[in-house]
């Protein structure tokens, strides 16, 4: 299974949908909350090409955006492949 990285911002509801999927699919990641951590800001701005709405999702070393994308990738059935599950 890749590594799945998450950085995510308080109150977001787009993370807690992404991260609501992953879980189904019983996906486990490690997540960054930039509320706590506003020091890894500047991370994930450099990994993900200067993007900074949250969520910003990683798997393995595929940036694959935001909770749209990661959505998008399950309805066109990508999302396990990507997973290797």
């Known amino acids: ?16 949908a992404a991260k609501s999927l992953l879980k189904s699919k019983n996906v486990s990641f490690d997540e960054i909350n ?4 506003p020091s890894k800001m500047d991370e994930m701005l450099k990994k993900s090409g200067g993007r900074r709405t949250v969520p910003q999702i990683f798997i ?4 694959v955006g935001g909770n749209d994308d990661l959505q998008a990738l399950e309805r066109e059935g990508k999302l396990n492949k990507l997973l290797n599950i």
């Open 1 to 16: 299974m890749s590594k799945v990285l998450i950085y995510t911002g308080p109150s977001c509801p787009f993370c807690v």
């Open 34 to 37: 930039l509320g706590e951590n």
């Open 60 to 63: 393995g070393d595929t940036h």
